[in-house]
């Protein structure tokens, strides 16, 4: 069954810092789709990125990078120099090719709160 | 701004009321999601429209309906409402329907049942 596993449900840490945030992923389907979201104190949900399964390689997108590797199903998410407007809800989330739908399927959600 | 509206932002209601959520999709996405933001389920996806037609269901329940029209919003509404019921209501929509179309969410509409 389709899953997305985000174990760390809070981090905190000081301006500057990087952090990664852990995103495990559980599916049958051979071709795949990985999303990360952010919902700020606003509560929005912006997307930041998409990665499909038959593409590996890491992505870097200023400070934010992302990392994927089929072998572990993981998709993690690291901030660099982490600065207090990163504090948000992050959402990992997950949908199938062999739905042929756009459902997303999210993990719980990891708190971060960047301290100044 | 994603561009997808939702009204209202906050609703209050009684239980055993009926309620319509309503959401505008981006200008030229087909698709439209709706899900469901609660404490203790997260985030849940409900329903998927594709240019008018039901596309997909998720975790809705029977008390549930949806519809997209012809000018491509999207309606949700929910009856004979219960406290559990109470949770933040999100439309997304896409350009496509399918897995690997990025979904652009709306603000969200918080449904408090008293």
């Known amino acids: 069954a389709q899953k997305v596993t985000q174990a760390q449900t809070e981090i905190s840490v000081v301006e500057k810092e990087d952090v990664t945030l852990d995103c495990v992923y559980e599916t049958r389907d051979t071709t795949y789709y990985l999303f990360w979201y952010k919902q700020p104190p606003s509560g929005e949900l912006v997307f930041l990125i998409r990665r499909n399964s038959f593409d590996e390689q890491n992505e870097i997108s200023g400070r934010y990078s992302w990392n994927f590797q089929k072998s572990t199903s993981s998709f993690n998410f690291t901030i660099t120099a982490s600065q207090v407007v990163d504090s948000a809800v992050y959402f990992c989330a997950l949908s199938e090719a062999a739905s042929n739908t756009g459902k997303l399927i999210f993990g719980q959600g990891t708190t971060l709160q960047v301290k100044p | 701004d994603s561009g997808v509206t939702q009204t209202p932002k906050h609703l209050i209601t009684a239980t055993g009321q009926r309620v319509t959520l309503r959401c505008s999709p981006r200008s030229g996405d087909l698709s439209v999601y709706w899900y469901q933001q609660s404490l203790d389920q997260g985030l849940q996806f409900l329903i998927q429209y594709y240019n008018g037609e039901e596309r997909a269901k998720g975790n809705i329940l029977e008390r549930f309906s949806a519809q997209q029209f012809p000018d491509l919003h999207s309606e949700l509404n929910l009856s004979s409402l219960e406290l559990g019921d109470s949770a933040l209501y999100f439309c997304?929509?896409?350009?496509?329907?399918?897995?690997?179309?990025?979904?652009?969410f709306g603000p969200g509409t918080r449904l408090t049942v008293l």
């Open positions: 997304a929509s896409s350009v496509g329907g399918r897995s690997y179309n990025e979904q652009f």
